[in-house]
């Protein structure tokens, strides 16, 4: 793959139109300003990270935390162009150089697609299918379309949100550059391939839309006519999932130290844990030196120094493996391609996070909830859009705005009108949707 192809600034779905520009933004600038002022980018506030959402102690819901790896991925794109523009001086002056902004642009977009209630309201959808009264429909539908949605994927209904043409009313969804929309796709190939670990890039509905992306940006294509779409990453997507890795791991374990989950001296050793003797030493002195005394503060501190670190190592590790993350052989993330010590401690990051924190009382209580609730939607809407004629499922479609197509004649379509809407759907609106649908909860003038 080549930088100059994979840097593009056409917009997908105007291609042939030139718009009229008053200002000197970039493309990819608008890119960012499009999405913070969107309607989905918002809901994000009332969508769950981990914890549940905040009562008196403030911890990371969705918006905060793409908010964050949004901030993370300038810096590392700005931080690989620099460096890699020493390396390659005839990538001067070329869009190139504005790799930090798509990169701060695909994080403010990663997850987009989520549902309610993280990933127990991934669950919820796709075992609708695989385990409740959505089994039916396996044989009404298409193998394609079973597997889009027994697989239902958070990241390639993000790619659908920003690509999909709603009921025919938008040209081109969010009418993204290309570069943004490929920049995205953690897992660029089709749902049949998702296997065990459940991931995937692209609808089926959208599959012709990343063919045409990639084919435009020369991403290398891995598989063969008549085998299920397979593609490289667009190598950006490397620094999108960093800024996503760090973000997602350390912010959890600082969450986690204000909610008592883990002890402030169990937290201070997660994050020392990332330096040697020298460099422990050094932070450790600054913190008494800037009269840093307060607990919380000073794991404030440790966890910007962390970040810091981490970020200087994926540039690096970025850097390095180059010509292998254009040759799409590169394997694995950034993360598990740094230096032993910071690599490790972050391994020892995620072990903690998966029996103390994600194990937590706290965290399982809202994964429950929130799989009742997505499950009973999934179950009533479902069932609306299957046996539209019945009273109750007329009631039911009312409450859909015109932009889902509830109404088609085709079957799949309507069903993934119902995905579309409970995706879209914030914590506290699904909870009321769910308390009105099953009757406990009554309209209040």
């Not at 109750?392 to 009108?417: C, E, G, V, W």
């Amino acid at each position: 793959m080549k930088w100059q192809q994979l840097i593009s600034n056409k917009r997908f779905g105007q291609e042939t139109k030139h718009a009229l520009r008053h200002d000197d933004r970039s493309e990819f600038k608008r890119d960012s300003d499009r999405l913070i002022y969107s309607a989905p980018f918002r809901r994000l506030q009332n969508k769950t990270q981990v914890f549940p959402l905040p009562g008196s102690v403030f911890v990371h819901n969705r918006l905060t935390h793409s908010l964050e790896v949004s901030s993370l991925g300038k810096s590392l794109g700005d931080d690989v162009a620099r460096r890699l523009i020493e390396k390659h001086p005839e990538l001067r002056g070329t869009l190139f150089e504005e790799i930090g902004t798509i990169v701060q642009t695909a994080g403010l977009a990663h997850d987009l697609g989520n549902p309610p209630f993280g990933h127990s309201g991934e669950k919820a959808i796709q075992t609708f299918f695989t385990e409740g009264e959505g089994l039916t429909l396996k044989e009404k539908v298409s193998a394609r379309f079973w597997d889009d949605i027994t697989h239902f994927e958070g990241n390639a209904n993000a790619f659908r949100l920003l690509t999909h043409r709603f009921n025919g009313r938008r040209e081109g969804g969010f009418v993204m550059t290309y570069s943004t929309l490929a920049s995205i796709v953690k897992y660029p190939f089709a749902s049949s391939l998702a296997g065990e670990h459940g991931k995937f890039g692209f609808f089926s509905s959208e599959e012709a839309d990343y063919q045409r992306i990639a084919d435009e940006l020369g991403i290398i294509c891995k598989s063969s006519p008549g085998e299920p779409l397979q593609y490289a990453r667009h190598p950006l997507v490397y620094l999108m999932e960093a800024a996503d890795d760090i973000c997602y791991e350390i912010m959890d374990i600082e969450d986690s130290h204000k909610l008592k989950i883990i002890s402030y001296e169990e937290t201070k050793d997660l994050l020392l844990g990332f330096f040697d003797e020298e460099s422990r030493a050094h932070i450790l002195k600054r913190i008494e030196e800037e009269g840093v005394t307060d607990e919380n503060e000073q794991v404030v501190y440790l966890r910007a120094c962390v970040v810091g670190e981490l970020e200087s190592e994926c540039v690096k590790a970025f850097v390095e493996h180059e010509e292998e993350i254009l040759e799409g052989t590169f394997e694995g993330s950034l993360i598990k391609n740094i230096s032993d010590l910071p690599r490790q401690a972050y391994k020892h990051c995620q072990e903690v996070s998966k029996t103390k924190i994600y194990q937590s009382k706290l965290v399982l209580d809202v994964e429950l909830s929130g799989y009742k609730i997505m499950e009973t939607l999934m179950q009533n809407l479902v069932e609306a859009a299957v046996h539209p004629e019945k009273f109750h499922s007329q009631q039911l479609i009312k409450r859909f705005s015109s932009q889902y197509d509830i109404q088609s004649d085709n079957l799949p379509t309507r069903i993934m009108a119902v995905i579309d809407y409970i995706s879209g759907m914030t914590d506290v609106y699904s909870l009321d949707i769910y308390q009105k649908i099953c009757g406990i909860s009554l309209p209040v003038v």
